[in-house]
């Protein structure tokens, strides 16, 4: 069945740090590719997503790009802010389907301090 | 900006004992979702729930769970007789908007979530 597997947390960076988590998959198909961040105290939200490959999804100063030869999906940033400290997930969905479960990654847990 | 919104945000229970975890979603979408998340685990799919009945669900969803939307807002998570592992936070989510097509693979839009202690 599908799978998505993230690198290893907690990380725990310096503010102006570059950031990657790294994110693998396995699917049937051209899945959709998602990355949710979760504040202390809130639920799951859509940070940036991706539906093809070699698409990049941006958001928030935060970059992933769809590689369908590698099946991964990492995030990045340049530049990270203390309120970036969350913890962030990988996720994917049944290709182009509307209603599709996403299946999602272990999450990781990031601090940054200043 | 429409949002989900989940009651309660925390629930003790004592095992054995019914438990219903309510959720109104985004009230012009289409699709319902109920996910859990173990403390420590990775988030996991339960159900979705599209045009008044199941569409999905995964091996979790056994007899002791169901789901309803009994008026035009709420969507309910009902669990029979609770178990110490039912131990979990709990996540509704939304998506679909009618027009967009059942192509598009659309953002699934998640309440804060309600943690559930079974005791």
């Known amino acids: 069945g599908d799978s998505v597997t993230q690198m290893e947390g907690p990380v725990t960076l310096s503010e102006e740090a570059f950031l990657t988590i790294n994110c693998t998959y396995t699917a049937t198909g051209y899945p959709s590719l998602f990355w949710y961040v979760q504040y202390p105290g809130e639920g799951l939200q859509l940070l940036l997503k991706?539906?093809?490959?070699?698409d990049k999804g941006s958001n928030k100063g935060f970059e992933a790009t769809y590689r369908k030869e590698t099946t991964s999906f990492h995030l990045e940033k340049g530049s990270v802010q203390v309120s970036d400290s969350a913890v962030y997930f990988c996720?994917?969905?049944?290709?182009?389907?509307?209603?599709?479960?996403?299946?999602f990654g272990e999450g990781t847990q990031l601090t940054v301090n200043p | 900006e429409p949002e989900v919104t989940q009651t309660p945000s925390h629930q003790v229970t004592q095992m054995g004992q019914e438990v219903i975890l309510r959720c109104v979603p985004i009230?012009?979408?289409?699709?319902f979702y109920w996910y859990r998340q173990i403390l420590g685990q990775k988030v996991e799919f339960l159900v979705s729930?599209?045009?008044?009945?199941?569409?999905?669900k995964s091996e979790i969803f056994d007899d002791q769970f169901s789901v309803e939307r009994p008026d035009g807002s709420n969507f309910t998570l009902k669990i029979r007789s609770t178990k110490l592992e039912d131990s979990a936070m709990y996540f509704c989510a939304s998506s679909g908007v009618p027009g967009q097509g059942l192509l598009v693979s659309s953002e699934a839009f998640f309440g804060q979530g309600t943690r559930l202690t079974v005791v």
């Open positions: 729930f599209y045009n008044n009945e199941i569409s999905e």
């Open positions: 991706a539906t093809k490959a070699d």
């Open positions: 009230s012009n979408h289409l699709y």
């Open positions: 996720a994917l969905s049944a290709p182009i389907t509307s209603g599709s479960r996403l299946t």
